[in-house]
């Protein structure tokens, strides 16, 4: 039988480890892993998975409100955000990044948590 989720939150089985507020991917066999450099993924982990098998609650993109998301490097109010490796996100265009977000906080350092806003992916790599 199908389903249907009103509130913008699905919970989802890790197929690998990552950390809270990881860009999240829903693979095929309906788990997810952390979104790598060219994949905007489908939303944001809500919690860590610590191991394969382990629930979490992924608020997809198209829920209403603004995301926390996992810098690369320091970010900048105002900064478009591009994908970066592990689920993290970054405000440096690389070859084979997408631009799908923007910053509404300052982060200053790698693994910083910053409040973003997801503006969706162009469809295509940065060039």
Do not use: H
């Not at 919690?47 to 997809?60: L, P, Y």
């Not at 478009?80 to 509404?104: E, I, P």
């Amino acid at each position: 039988m199908s389903q249907q989720k009103d509130l913008g939150y699905i919970t989802m089985t890790a197929d690998a480890a990552f950390p809270q507020f990881a860009r999240v991917i829903f693979e095929p066999d309906g788990k997810c892993v952390a979104a790598g450099l060219s994949q905007v993924g489908d939303g944001i982990a809500q919690e860590a998975a610590f191991a394969t098998g382990d629930q979490v609650a992924v608020k997809i993109w198209n829920s209403a409100g603004t995301f926390k998301m996992i810098a690369e490097e320091a970010v900048d109010v105002g900064d478009v955000l591009f994908t970066a490796a592990a689920g993290k996100m970054q405000d440096t265009s690389t070859s084979t990044a997408f631009a799908f977000a923007k910053c509404l906080e300052a982060g200053t350092a790698d693994n910083d948590i910053v409040e973003c806003i997801y503006t969706g992916a162009p469809g295509t790599a940065v060039v």
